[in-house]
Each structure stands twice: as C-alpha cells, then as structure tokens.
C-alpha cells in the first residue's frame, strides 16, 4: 500500500481516501465542518485547513486525497491562522446562543471555536437575523445559527432522496430554507439535526428537555423494522429522552428514520400497563399467576409470541411450552401481511423494511411457525407475548393472557383477561437478528419500570411448582 | 519497651494547672473585651461578597435566567433541579426552578457559572426554618440584594 507522512507519522492509505480519512487512522483529528463521510465532498467551509509539502497553499483536506510520498502538516503555524481565520469568519454572524441551543454541548462550532478560535472579537457591526421558517413537526430551524456548511442540503439530495432544502439569495444574505418555505417531507427528517454541525436544526421533540452533556448512553438496536439499524438511547435519570443513530457502515451507515427515532415514546406511554392486570383490575403478581395457571390448565393452549421478542425470550418461551404445556401450538405473530421472510422487503430505497419488527428471523431461525389469522384454531386459551412493537392478532373469544407491553391507549388490553407486564426494548438484554441475518445485541438502558418483570422471570413464576393451581 | 518511672505526687496533685487555669479564667473575665454580641439587637457587618441565601435576579419583572442549565451541572451538591419551557416573550425559561438548599453547600459555583447573571447569593444569613423546606421558583424571584 502507498504511505504518506501525516504529522511525522507514516500512513499508509488506500488510493482515493482523502486526507481526514487517512489522518484519523494517524490519530491526528482535522476539525471539519461541511465534511460528512457519508455525503459528497464539497469544500465549502476551509476549516481543514493543511499544510502540504510542495503545495505553495494551505490545502483543505476533505478534498485533497492522499498521495505517495505526501509529506502534511496539520499543526503549522500556517495551519492554526487558517483555521483562526475561517472560525473568525464563521462567527461573525453567530448568535451567542449556547445557553439556549439545544446543540450546546455537542455543537461542532463550540468544540471547534474552543479548539482553534480565539476568545476575542473584533468586529462590533450588528449581526443579521432571520425570520425561520417552519420545518413541520420534526425539525426547529434557527437560521440565525448556521454557518452554509451545506451538510443538509446534500443529505436531502444524496440520502433521503428529496432535494427539499436550498440556498437561496447569496453572500451575506444566503438563507438556508426549504424550498417555498414548506414543511419537510422525508420520513428521514431526525437526520438533519444530528449532521447539522450547529444547533440551527434541532429536534423538536428533543427542545429543551434536557442537555447534551446531562445525558447518559447506551449503544442498542432500534426495533422499528428488520433492518436493526445501530442505535444510541440517551436518557437520564431512568428516562428515555432521544434516540440518534450509530455508525454502522455495513447496516445503517449514519442514519435512522424518524419512525425509529420516535419510536421509544411507546415505552414511557402514561397508559403502559405496568403492574399485573386481572380483568382490567390491578392485582398482586401471586394472584395473577395463580389466576393464569388456572385459567391454563387441561386447556389446548395457542401461544403466540412477537417477532419484536429477542431470540433469547423467544428460545425460552419454545422451551418453557415444550415442557409445561405438551401438545400446545407456539407461533409468531408481528406485521400484518408480512408472515415470513420472503415477504419482508425494503419498504423504500433506503433503510424501512416491511417487517416492523425486528426479530423476524430469529422466530424462523427457531423454527416457530407464522400465525395464520385466516385458519380457524381449535384452542380454548391463548397466551400472547409481546415486546410492544408487533401488531396484536385478533382472536376471538377465548380465554387470553398477555404477556409484555401493553398500552391502554388504542384499546389494546381491553380483550385481555389477564395481563402480566414485560419489558420494553429499552429496558432489556438480548440478541436480534435483521434481515441480513446479522445478530445484533439489544442493550438495557433504563430499569425496568413500575413493576413489570422479565420474561424469563415470568415463565419462572408459571413453572414453579410450588405456586399450586387452584389454592387462591 | 514499659518504662518504669517513680510516680511523682507533686505532679500528680495537679496543683500548679488549677491555678494556670484559674488565673486564665479570670484574666479573660476581668480584663478582655466580650467576644459575642447580642444577636439579634446587634449585628457584625458581613463582607460584600458573602455568601447567603439565593435569589434570582429579574430586570423589569423578566427573570435573567433562561434555563441554560449550567448551574445544576456545576453545582457539587446537586441540589439545584430546573425544567425548561418555552413562552411568547422568551425563548427558554425555567418553567420550575427549585433549590434543595439543604443540600446546598453554599460554595457559590451556581453564581460563578451563570452566563447570564441571574442566579445569585445574597447577604442574607438568617436562613432558618421550621420545615425541610425547597426554595421555588416564585421565591427566589424575590429580589433580595443587589448584588
Ligand atoms: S450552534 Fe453551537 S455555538 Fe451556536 S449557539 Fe448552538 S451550541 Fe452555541
Ligand atoms: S442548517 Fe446546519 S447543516 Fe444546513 S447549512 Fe446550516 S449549518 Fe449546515
Ligand atoms: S451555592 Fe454551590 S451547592 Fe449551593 S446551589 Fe450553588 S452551586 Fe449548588
Ligand atoms: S446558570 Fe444562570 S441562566 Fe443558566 S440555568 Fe442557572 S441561573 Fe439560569
Ligand atoms: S471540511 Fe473541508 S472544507 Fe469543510
């Protein structure tokens, strides 16, 4: 492989990687702007100013590739007044708004001016202000803030497919708005405030409710679809306040839609089930497992679990109805229409599948088999298990139980004589498989809440021996 | 190693401390100036910057802060708890500002970090209370210095 020598150090790179690419491998950071690696490259905001030998001027590195034998500087005093010079620029208009900007703490613009500013200013000429337009519901605009990295507009055109924002006037007047001034209209919309190098996009669903720094994160998968594209929850005080995307080249690369992003808000729902439920009146978990046993016994059960389940739930629910309830039917139940693999496809060209639950094949890997709404069964009693996500099947009048997440919203509990609350995706461990068959780990970032147990501890409580049937 | 020492009475008796002791006892009594006062009639005049009670400045009835939440994230006793919210004449609030100001230790880095003078503490140090009470927001909007 060629090499090159980044700040002393060799490198070697692959023909066609550009200069920031090649660096990280070094360990050298170059601050950027209007770079992304998962956009085009534009050169637009002179930030990654470099020094390189033989070239008489500074080089922006997002659009220089490396070259055998290249010598960089990235560090020269050349360099640094570069970059001085360009934060200079790009903060003569910049409101000090940090103690209102929902990207304060996470803001390239802070971290960069910190980095290589300086504390002073020198210009004392009013600075220009905008009128915003509004985004529509996901995304909060502040033009005042933004600093034409172009970033958005290049994510709308490359990666959600919908050129929806422009440059419009030029100079010092340029506004950054959507065309005609209209809400946006990709169901991709959440990107835009995470590649936004400043707070000028924000996430209205995130405005004001906590900070960037308060918050704590745990690297998970989102459950939204087969896709399992890699997710971070960041919450707070045993709360769920976003969900952003992890970079995943080989599932997600940098994004995630906005049905995924919100996604979470189910699980924090004022009507979620969260103490046991006997006819839609709070009970003791004693009582109701006692009540569930009963209402099993000598019964053809159907159990029916949701592809929004993790392998491991799903493996132990195979081997707890194997062994308690010989003779009963386990199958798997999630979208409406979409009962195998084979059905699952991509729902647009760039990450929904049609499975809206994640963890279809891992049912098929375990060799349960699709429930089938159109075949009459001859069972007296169901038992349902679901993680919350998977559309709950209609059946009819025997006796059910349900197991998970459960909303009263959307009269989902009203068919339910018994109800036993599980967890959430965000409140638990396990394995899911997307659709390239890849195994993904869930990881817990809030405790569980009220008190809603396990799965495997539910089973637990059915298994014991102990608990006997028919003693109240 | 115990060393054996011959007891000394004349130690032992402590005559000599008694009278040390006395002497300093009545030395203080009769001839020094009285070191306590007679709170509250009289008072000791405080330094400017003393550190007291809370408060939150207001400039015409609009209080300077505007939830930026560096206060509770500085604040080593965690006692400060804020919650955002947006209105028609103001971008970010503090929709509720409490204060758990028993848990506060007074070491003013709420007022050091605030970038928008409003968080302040006052001269006032007659802080007593019957109940474990919260400062709120509509308390510490009462303007109680000038600092
Ligand atoms: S965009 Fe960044 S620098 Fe600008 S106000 Fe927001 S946090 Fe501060
Ligand atoms: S809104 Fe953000 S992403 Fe778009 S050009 Fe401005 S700073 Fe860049
Ligand atoms: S004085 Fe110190 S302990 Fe008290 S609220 Fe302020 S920062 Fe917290
Ligand atoms: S630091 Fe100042 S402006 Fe920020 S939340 Fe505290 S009191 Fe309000
Ligand atoms: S990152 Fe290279 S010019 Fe913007």
């Not at chain 1, 803030?145 to 497919?161: K, L, M």
């Amino acid at each position: 492989m060629p090499k090159c020598t980044i700040d002393g150090k060799e490198v070697e790179f692959k023909p066609g990687e550009n200069l920031i690419t090649v660096a990280k491998r070094a360990g050298v950071d170059i601050p950027v702007f209007c770079y992304h690696p998962g956009l085009t490259v534009v050169a637009q905001c002179r930030m990654c100013y470099v020094e390189v030998e033989k070239m008489p001027k500074l080089q922006t590195a997002c659009s220089t590739n490396a070259a055998e034998g290249m010598v960089v500087k990235t560090n020269s005093e050349n360099v640094k007044k570069g970059r001085a010079g360009t934060m200079e620029f790009l903060l003569l208009n910049h409101p000090l708004d940090c103690p209102i900007c929902d990207k304060s703490g996470e803001c390239d613009l802070q971290d960069n001016s910190y980095g290589h500013g300086s504390a002073y200013m020198r210009h004392s000429e009013e600075r220009r202000t905008y009128v915003d337009v509004d985004m529509g519901p996901v995304i909060e605009k502040n033009m005042n803030r933004c600093i034409h990295c172009t970033r958005c507009i290049r994510f709308g055109d490359e990666i959600a497919g919908i050129r929806e924002m422009v440059a419009v006037k030029r100079g010092n007047n340029v506004d950054i708005t959507t065309i005609d001034g209209e809400a946006l209209k990709t169901e991709y919309a959440g990107n835009y405030a995470d590649i936004c190098p400043t707070g000028s996009l924000t996430l209205r669903d995130f405005r004001f409710r906590k900070r960037a720094w308060m918050l704590k994160k745990t690297a998970s998968i989102c459950e939204g679809c087969s896709k399992g594209c890699n997710i971070e929850l960041q919450h707070e005080g045993n709360v769920v306040y976003r969900t952003i995307p992890r970079e995943n080249l080989e599932v997600n690369k940098y994004w995630m839609c906005d049905e995924g992003r919100f996604n979470y808000h189910y699980t924090q729902d004022e009507t979620r089930v969260l103490e046991p439920r006997w006819n839609n009146e709070k009970t003791s978990w004693e009582d109701s497992i006692l009540a569930v046993k009963t209402a099993l016994e000598g019964k053809k059960v159907l159990f029916l679990v949701g592809t929004d389940l993790t392998l491991e739930e799903m493996s132990a629910i195979r081997e707890f109805t194997g062994l308690y309830y010989p003779g009963s039917v386990l199958q798997h139940f999630g979208t409406p229409g979409i009962e195998t693999s084979a059905q699952d496809q991509p729902a647009d060209k760039i990450l929904k599948m049609t499975s809206k639950t994640s963890n279809l094949r891992g049912a098929e890997k375990l060799g349960i088999v699709p429930h089938n709404p159109r075949v009459d069964h001859d069972f007296s009693a169901a038992v349902v298990f679901t993680g919350g996500r998977a559309v709950l099947p209609e059946l009819g009048h025997a006796i059910q139980v349900g197991v998970g997440v459960f909303l009263d919203k959307d009269h989902q509990t009203a068919k339910y004589q018994h109800i036993l609350p599980g967890l959430a995706y965000t409140e638990k461990d396990g394995t899911i498989i997307n659709h390239q068959g890849k195994e993904q780990k869930l990881k817990r970032a809030i405790l569980p809440r009220g008190r809603s147990k396990s799965t495997a501890e539910i089973l637990m409580l059915l298994a014991n021996k102990k608990t006997k049937v028919g003693v109240a | 190693m115990l060393v054996k020492r011959k007891p000394a009475i004349w130690n032992r008796l402590y005559f000599v401390e008694i009278i040390q002791g006395l002497w300093i006892t009545f030395k203080n009594f009769l001839f020094h100036k009285k070191v306590t006062i007679q709170f509250p009639e009289q008072r000791r005049d405080y330094s400017s910057r003393y550190r007291g009670q809370h408060y939150i400045k207001s400039v015409n009835n609009v209080e300077n802060c505007t939830a930026c939440m560096l206060c509770p994230t500085v604040c080593p006793a965690s006692c400060i708890h804020i919650i955002a919210g947006e209105r028609e004449d103001k971008e970010k609030y503090p929709v509720k500002f409490d204060i758990d100001i028993l848990r506060c230790c007074f070491c003013g880095m709420c007022e050091e970090a605030c970038p928008k003078d409003a968080i302040k503490l006052s001269n006032i140090y007659e802080m007593s209370q019957q109940n474990r009470e919260v400062y709120e927001k509509d308390f510490l909007l009462e303007q109680r210095g000038n600092k």
